[in-house]
């Protein structure tokens, strides 16, 4: 089935949906975005995401869309188009296509940004086996520019990091930086020592998750308890157990570590927990 997509002011068939070459995104990788998730039709932890667009925006100097204080009804639309059960909604922004390449940013008063919507449909996103069964990630060299916080489009090395995983035979991988976990490629990592949960604190070194927020809120308000600080890749092979979270896989149990089991090598019962409770409480919370 052909998707309906958004660009600019009209919803289109994907077949139809047409962005020039000369789009700063397209160049530059001059552009933002954010992946919400829909379970059972409704949007999860949407106004973190909206928030969390504004600043990548305001971080860049990059103009809002005209569309702006459209999006959730722009969201709930495609959900209805595409009849989305379970699925993800991805938005990118960009600084336009102002005519011709040039490194010197366009005149916001005379280039509009673009802005794209559409949807993938994901049936059993809720349901991931993974969840059950764990993942396994290998460690490899941070390399990224320094504004981690900020979610650009810039996801080649992401993009590397899982080939790297692929070809080792593993998930996904944890990129470590002067010895110590950053995050995974698409996600924010955690290690369970002794109950406690640790987490790296907030930074530029890494983006500021939206699941992450809600997921360590909602810990500490189970009296779980939270540390906010660089580990290792040794302190994370020796913990009780480890897992990661993102807005597309919500909580999941990272079982092994370069090879190395964490803890007995199966889901830890906190991850587990943690993923019951997000999930129960993002679907009150869903729009």
Same mark, same amino acid.
């Given at each position: 089935m052909t998707r309906t997509v958004y660009l600019n002011g009209d919803f289109l068939p994907e077949t139809e949906a047409k962005v020039s070459i000369f789009? =700063? /995104?397209?160049?530059? !990788?001059?552009? +933002?975005?954010?992946?919400?998730? +829909?379970?059972g039709g409704k949007l999860i932890d949407f106004d973190g995401h909206l928030k969390r667009l504004e600043r990548s925006l305001n971080e860049l100097d990059m103009k809002k869309p005209a569309a702006f204080d459209d999006l959730l009804s722009i969201h709930r639309k495609l959900v209805e188009l595409n009849d989305i059960d379970e699925g993800l909604i991805y938005l990118q922004v960009t600084r336009g296509a102002p005519g011709d390449r040039d490194f010197v940013f366009p005149d916001p008063e005379t280039t509009e940004p673009t802005l794209v919507l559409f949807t993938q449909a994901k049936p059993g996103l809720s349901n991931n086996p993974t969840a059950k069964t764990g993942i #396994? +990630?290998? @460690?490899?060299?941070?390399? *990224?520019?320094? *504004? =981690?916080?900020?979610k650009t489009v810039q996801l080649l090395y992401p993009?590397?990091?899982?080939?790297?995983? #692929?070809?080792?035979? &593993?998930?996904? &991988?944890?990129?470590?930086?002067?010895?110590? $976990? %950053?995050?995974?490629? @698409?996600?924010? /990592?955690?290690?369970?020592?002794?109950?406690?949960?640790? %987490? *790296?604190?907030?930074?530029?070194?890494?983006?500021?998750?939206? %699941?992450r &927020?809600? $997921?360590?809120?909602?810990?500490?308000? !189970?009296?779980?308890? $939270?540390?906010?600080?660089?580990?290792?890749?040794?302190? !994370? #092979?020796? !913990?009780?157990? &480890?897992?990661?979270? @993102?807005?597309? /896989?919500? +909580?999941?149990?990272v079982v092994e570590i370069d090879g190395a089991k964490v803890g007995d090598g199966t889901p830890g019962?906190?991850?587990? =927990?943690? =993923?019951?409770?997000y999930l129960e409480e993002s679907l009150k919370a869903a729009v």
């Open positions: 789009d =700063r /995104a397209f160049l530059m !990788a001059d552009g +933002v975005y954010e992946v919400t998730s +829909v379970l #396994k +990630v290998i @460690s490899i060299e941070d390399v *990224r520019w320094g *504004r =981690r916080d900020i993009s590397m990091g899982k080939m790297m995983a #692929k070809k080792a035979g &593993a998930d996904d &991988a944890w990129m470590v930086e002067d010895g110590f $976990v %950053t995050e995974g490629t @698409s996600n924010n /990592a955690y290690i369970v020592k002794d109950g406690k949960i640790i %987490t *790296r604190n907030l930074s530029t070194d890494i983006l500021h998750g939206i %699941t &927020a809600a $997921v360590l809120k909602f810990a500490r308000e !189970a009296q779980m308890t $939270v540390e906010e600080r660089p580990f290792t890749v040794e302190e !994370a #092979k020796e !913990a009780d157990e &480890a897992f990661f979270t @993102s807005a597309s /896989a919500f +909580v999941l149990p019962s906190v991850a587990g =927990r943690l =993923r019951e409770i």
